[in-house]
């Protein structure tokens, strides 16, 4: 099974910046459709950003041209850049690997956005 450690969260001013890093176990990690979603307290969990093993991306309506997700499979690592952070982004942030029949999360990492 893949196994996904998510780092890189934290507090930051609105109007800041953070990179998101998720690592990947394995050997087959270029593969995976890779996504990061988020969950505040209270709400259900969303997708913020995705991007397939041939490089395509896709995003949130309320993210898009703020945040950028990219992979870099000769390291099984996958990014999350943040720029112009709103109180409205905080929440905690999954990494998530999926392939038809398969979905794996890992354990999550904070963002903070706040004054």
């Known amino acids: 099974q893949v196994q996904l450690v998510e780092s890189g969260g934290g507090l930051v001013q609105p109007g800041g910046s953070l990179r998101l890093s998720c690592a990947a176990s394995?050997?087959?990690?270029?593969?995976?459709?890779m996504g990061w979603y988020r969950q505040a307290p209270g709400k259900q969990r969303e997708l913020v950003a995705i991007i397939t093993s041939g490089g395509s991306t896709d995003y949130a309506y309320s993210v898009k041209g703020r945040f950028t997700i990219s992979r870099d499979n000769a390291k099984n690592m996958v990014y999350l850049q943040m720029n112009s952070l709103k109180p409205e982004d905080t929440a905690v942030y999954y990494c998530?690997?999926?392939?038809?029949?398969?979905?794996?999360w890992g354990q999550g990492t904070q963002v903070t956005v706040s004054s």
């Open positions: 998530n690997a999926r392939i038809i029949g398969y979905e794996y």
């Open positions: 394995g050997s087959m990690f270029g593969i995976y459709t």
